[in-house]
């Protein structure tokens, strides 16, 4: 017990380690909370444009640029991405990492967004299109007012374990020497050399973050299941 | 639904509390060497955790993982009848990797402290490291000193990171998981010193143009060899076979082989 208490005190008391971790969850969360608000804006987009034309035909040319976006960020893993924003994209300048990770984690998570909108908003079917369009509403209000509504409430469990793995990927940041999370206990078990509870440590706080937002997105889809009756 | 969920959470981060106070009252099986181990078919393996981004002492020529602590812990190997394996990673998770069993031992010149040494035992030194800052070339920094407030890149966990930790508390540290990546930065002036040992440095500067070592060392430290905590056997083993190595002068001529005398 004595020994336990030795480690707890080398690992979390002492130089004030334990802001390590405090600092390096606020940076995840930092992190992941813009990084989802980029990927979000961009799947959106990426989702409507490529729909429209899989139904239309129209916008060809901005659907053949969305299918090189996907192609890249979906061919390539987000390390690598992550690194060739910080070393070659920005290679010559002083530059925020938390501002260089958000846009990289940003960038990836949209073009899985994107498919997944698009899964959605093409599970819509066709009558409520000419239902809206027979309304006297335009292509954009139907979109907006009556699939993408709809389109929302079908994709939220997967929009909603998208999310859960980015918080999750962000764990790499580390490679480009932001100290998130993961990074914190990386630094406090370099300096104690006991793997156990830094990681351990890490591991649950991922743990307890995830099942809070499992656990908000359940309650989510409650509510909007609602509206069915 | 909602109560089968608590319950698993429950479990789950139960069986997490377990396995850490489990894990400090386990010491790890000690590496079976046993004496005749020439008899047997198969040699045993040391295996060996490193991380070969630490040129001269770990590097990879080709595929092999070649160096000061490789040669050394080739001999080292010899000595004890087996056969070394290496295994590279992330220089934070040699520990890990030794502590685990993954590993039998872990060189990649490490330097002993009182805080490492509540988690791992370490054999006596083999060699002397020493820190250095490397800069641009015409950078205002002209000595350790000026580090102050400075923007250094250094390789995570190391002593440079963590002396530098210690030493300049308002200073923004960068701690890169490789050397090279701390350099790479520093060259693209997302740094403006590199704290790093002496012999990388070298090999750092040899290799990228406009970048100088301080000639002031920052510190100097000894190298050792990391163990299991309680792996007394085979740290006694090491230990005898090191102080061999060391009398029969095969460590200096290693040493010598890598590094020019000046």
């Known amino acids: ?229 | 639904m909602k109560i089968y969920s608590r319950i698993m959470a429950a479990v789950v981060i139960g069986t997490m509390v377990f396995a850490t106070g489990c894990s400090s009252t386990k010491p790890t099986e000690p590496a079976k060497t046993e004496e005749k181990a020439a008899d047997a078919t198969a040699k045993e393996e040391l295996v060996m955790a490193t991380n070969a981004a630490f040129p001269p002492y770990e590097f990879y020529e080709g595929t092999d993982v070649v160096g000061i602590d490789a040669e050394i812990a080739a001999a080292i190997a010899e000595k004890l009848g087996m056969e070394l394996k290496i295994e590279d990673m992330e220089f934070g998770s040699i520990i890990t990797a030794v502590q685990g069993g993954k590993a039998d031992m872990g060189m990649a010149g490490m330097t002993v402290n009182e805080e490492r040494l509540v988690n791992v035992d370490f054999s006596n030194s083999y060699a002397t490291g020493y820190q250095v800052v490397i800069v641009k070339n015409g950078s205002e920094i002209k000595t350790p000193d000026d580090l102050a407030n400075k923007s250094i890149g250094v390789q995570e966990s190391t002593t440079g990171d963590i002396y530098i930790t210690d030493d300049y508390p308002n200073a923004d540290v960068q701690r890169y998981n490789k050397g090279t990546e701390a350099v790479q930065a520093l060259i693209q002036g997302k740094v403006d010193a590199v704290v790093i040992d002496r012999e990388p440095a070298k090999v750092f500067v040899e290799q990228n143009e406009g970048l100088e070592i301080l000639p002031t060392e920052y510190v100097v430290e000894e190298y050792a060899i990391a163990l299991a905590k309680g792996n007394t056997e085979l740290l006694e083993k090491i230990n005898k076979a090191l102080e061999e190595l060391k009398a029969d002068g095969t460590v200096q001529t290693i040493i010598d082989k890598y590094i020019s005398a000046e």
């Open chain 1, 1 to 229: 017990m004595d020994n336990f208490k030795l480690r707890f005190y080398n690992n979390f008391i002492a130089d004030e380690r334990w802001r390590y971790i405090v600092n390096g969850l606020s940076v995840t969360i930092r992190v992941t909370f813009f990084a989802a608000l980029i990927g979000i804006a961009i799947g959106f987009v990426v989702a409507i444009i490529r729909s429209t034309y899989d139904k239309t035909g129209h916008l060809k040319v901005p659907n053949f640029l969305c299918e090189i976006y996907l192609t890249l960020i979906r061919g390539t893993p987000v390390v690598v991405q992550l690194l060739i924003i910080y070393f070659i994209v920005f290679g010559t300048v002083k530059i925020d990492k938390a501002f260089v990770a958000i846009v990289a984690f940003g960038l990836n998570s949209g073009a899985y967004v994107a498919e997944i909108v698009r899964s959605g908003i093409m599970s819509i079917d066709d009558g409520q299109f000419e239902a809206g369009r027979s309304l006297g509403f335009n292509y954009v209000q139907t979109m907006v007012y009556i699939i993408t509504p709809q389109a929302f409430k079908n994709i939220l469990p997967a929009l909603a374990n998208e999310f859960i793995v980015l918080l999750k990927e962000t764990s790499v940041a580390g490679y480009i020497a932001l100290q998130d999370l993961t990074k914190g206990g990386d630094i406090i078990r370099g300096r104690t050399f006991d793997a156990f509870m830094p990681l351990l440590t890490v591991a649950i706080i991922y743990l307890v973050m995830v099942m809070g937002m499992t656990a908000g997105v359940t309650r989510l889809e409650r509510r909007l299941r609602n509206s069915d009756h």
